[in-house]
């Protein structure tokens, strides 16, 4: 199950981090045009959940590609980081975050015994970040304050916004990746 990691993995994990890094600022723009657009409404953590999935695509792509233990925890973090140094609008939080969301990904691998890399996967990883992460900001955001109603509607916003981003695009990306090499012989 533990496999070395070798030198290609690492240098794999690092470009992967200062993509989705440069992804996730760019993204906070989108965070915070849906925040105002929705905070008249009393909508306001809706922007959240509707993005949340794309904050965590880091994870399953890291697994999915490197296929050994701990990558999708640690090329969350490093994405996590690259978007830190990036400059964040979210700051050091995002280290937390991503540790927090590459686990609950990491989960999702670990279900198979990092002997899949397919939907059933993909689905456990969906399943892992969405509840790891939503138990972590329920309280770190206070999402406790709300009535019942209004916190199961954002889970469920969470839980579609990862299964689209983290299973359905990563599973798209995923086949285009394998078609090129097939193409190319490999």
């Known amino acids: ?31 915070n045009i849906l925040t105002a657009i929705l ?23 890291s697994s999915m590609l490197i296929r050994k233990a701990g990558s999708a925890t640690i090329g969350e973090v490093f994405a996590a980081l690259a978007e830190v140094l990036y400059g ?13 969301q590459g686990f609950g990904s990491e989960l999702g691998f670990a ?14 990883s969906t399943i892992g970040t969405t509840c790891l992460s939503f138990a972590y900001e329920y309280f770190k955001i206070g999402y406790y304050a709300f009535k019942p109603e209004f916190v199961l509607a954002l889970f469920v916003v969470r839980f579609l916004s ?14 285009l990746y394998n078609k090129i090499n097939q193409a190319a012989g490999k």
């Open 1 to 31: 199950m533990f496999q070395k990691w070798s030198l290609r993995d690492v240098i794999l994990l690092a470009l992967l981090a200062v993509l989705f890094g440069g992804i996730f600022v760019g993204s906070g723009f989108l965070y």
């Open 39 to 61: 905070a008249p409404a009393g909508l306001k953590p809706f922007a959240n959940e509707v993005l949340f999935g794309l904050w965590c695509m880091a994870a399953p792509i």
């Open 88 to 100: 964040s609008q979210f700051g050091l939080s995002t280290l937390i975050s991503g540790l927090i």
């Open 111 to 124: 279900a198979t015994r990092y002997k899949r890399y397919d939907w059933l996967s993909l689905i456990y």
């Open 162 to 175: 990862v299964f689209f981003f983290c299973a359905v695009l990563v599973k798209i990306i995923m086949n």
